[in-house]
Every structure is written in structure tokens, then in C-alpha cells.
């Protein structure tokens, strides 16, 4: 059996990782001024993340160092760890896939006898949820971790991601709407929305005119991709009652699929903002963007 271990973009409560035997390695979000681990263990934490941006924080985040990686890897290979699958935020978004590539073949030069395979979940937050899912039922099989590994990174590019966002700021200020954009955006109740496409990266790829219509257009999205889903799962920031509403349209049309939903964290909150609803399935066929 390999160990499975994440960084924290998979916004899974710390507590919940350390009851499955998952180690993790923080990435740190800077806000105010002030700069924190991403070790969120209560709802609070997030709720009190989001009310700072509602105020109008606007926070930032910073990749994992290699040097990190490399003391953390020696730390689990120091702790027995011979065979190690370490999932990462989203290559497209951060250097962190690379450093963490980086540390482990560090690591792996001193010990001849580690393997460290590093995926990179191609997305963060709740999508990586469902890949640290997916790879925890590899590990409990007793994969390889090489073996689990290549199914990790044949499955990542079949799970699909439709972000609507709620606030057109912080799309501004990352670039991926203009000044004029948002303004006019915001005035006419434009929700854009966004995808994970193939190298991982975030793209408007939409515009609706409204929330329930950006929803209809998720579910017509399904419809055409993924007929066959029976498995959902949801990330929001800091919007529960969102969350509901679309769990409720998708068992009306599916009564049978498993809906879940939970936090989105610093890490894409950070270019989101407040509000945000994303909604994550698989499909047979890899993503089109």
C-alpha cells in the first residue's frame, strides 16, 4: 500500500486528512498584510476568510518552495514512507506541480529505495477532493503507487469544472476580464463562467445572464457530457444556499446521483472572491478546452 499524500488545495478539513492517514503540506495565503498556513480545520476559518474579502480584502497566494517539498518529503520517507503518491494543486495555477517534482527527485537521490510519483490534479479545491477521493480508493486496493499514479493521471483530464462567479473584481484584477468588462458586467448581473481546461489553467469559457441561468447551461453541460454521472460534487465560497439550489436541480433530473459539497479555500478564493459556486463531474471523455 502506497502513502497518500495532498497538499491543501483540496480544501478537506486537516483534521479529516489526519483521521485517513493522509499527510499534507500547507500552502500559505497572505491577507491584510498578514500571511497564514492554509491548515483550515472549522468552518469558521472560512467563514472569517470570506467576511475579509466581502470587507474588501483581496488576498494572494504563494506556490510551495522545492526546498519545502524536499524537507517534507524526508520527513515521510524519515517516517517509513517507501512508496508515496503526492497529489498537487493544479500546475496550470502555481509552480508548486514543479517544485514538488523538484523536492522529490531530491529526496529520491538520497534513498534509491523511495519512489515518490507527484500528480498534478490539473485543478484545486473540491476537484482535487475528488481525486484525493479516487486516490484513496486506489491506496486502500493496495495499488502501487506508480500503478495508481497513471490511472490518477488518465482520470484527471475526464473530470469537468464549471465555476460561476459572483464577483467580477477579482477576475479583474487577475486579468481575465477588463476594467469595462466587469463594470458593465456587474450592472447587468453578468455571472462569467469559468473552467479548469487541459493544462489545468482557469478560462472564461461563458457569460450568463443570471445565476439560474448559468445553472440551466451547467446542466445542459452535463447533459451533453457526462449523461451518465452519478457522482457531483460542489465547491463554494461561502455559499451554501447555491450550493443547495443546484443539488436540488440535479436531483430532480438525476434522483439517483450522489451530490456533495464543501469549502473552497484561499487558494482559488483568492481569485474568485466571495460567492462562487463551482460544479465538478466526471465525464467518458477528457475535457474539451
Excluded at 219 to 232: K, R
Aim: glycine share 8%.
Amino acid at each position: 500500500m502506497f502513502t497518500l499524500s495532498t497538499d491543501t488545495s483540496c480544501d478537506v478539513m486537516r483534521d479529516e486528512l489526519d483521521k485517513l492517514g493522509i499527510p499534507w503540506v500547507p500552502l500559505t495565503f497572505t491577507i491584510n498584510g498578514e500571511t497564514f498556513p492554509d491548515d483550515f480545520t472549522r468552518d469558521e476559518q472560512y467563514k472569517d476568510f470570506y467576511a475579509k474579502v466581502r470587507a474588501g480584502a483581496m488576498p494572494t497566494t504563494s506556490q510551495i518552495t522545492a526546498f519545502t517539498h524536499e524537507e517534507y518529503f524526508e520527513k515521510l520517507v524519515a517516517g517509513g514512507a517507501k512508496d508515496i503518491v503526492h497529489l498537487t494543486l493544479s500546475g496550470g495555477l502555481s509552480a508548486t506541480y514543479q517544485s514538488a517534482c523538484l523536492g522529490a527527485k531530491a529526496v529520491a537521490e538520497r534513498h534509491p529505495d523511495v519512489t515518490i510519483n507527484i500528480v498534478d490534479t490539473l485543478c484545486a479545491t473540491q476537484v482535487h477532493h475528488m481525486v484525493l477521493d479516487d486516490a484513496l480508493e486506489l491506496r486502500n486496493k493496495g495499488l502501487g503507487g506508480s500503478e495508481a499514479a497513471k490511472l490518477l493521471n488518465e482520470e484527471t483530464k475526464k473530470i469537468h469544472v464549471w465555476i460561476i462567479v459572483d464577483d467580477l473584481k477579482h477576475l479583474r484584477r487577475g486579468g481575465r476580464v477588463s476594467g469595462v468588462a466587469a463594470a458593465i458586467g456587474t450592472l447587468l448581473n453578468i455571472k462569467p463562467m469559468i473552467v479548469f481546461d487541459k493544462e489545468g489553467k482557469l478560462k472564461v469559457m461563458h457569460k450568463a445572464k443570471g445565476f439560474k441561468k448559468a445553472l440551466d447551461y451547467v446542466l445542459e453541460y452535463m447533459d451533453e457530457w457526462a449523461p451518465n454521472a452519478d457522482t457531483v460534487y460542489m465547491a463554494h465560497a461561502d455559499a451554501a444556499e447555491k450550493a443547495e439550489e443546484m443539488k436540488a436541480l440535479i436531483k430532480s433530473k438525476r434522483p439517483d446521483c450522489d451530490v456533495r459539497y464543501g469549502w473552497c479555500g484561499p487558494v482559488i478564493g483568492a481569485h474568485t472572491g466571495a460567492g462562487m459556486l463551482g460544479i465538478i463531474f466526471k465525464s467518458e471523455k477528457e475535457r474539451p478546452q
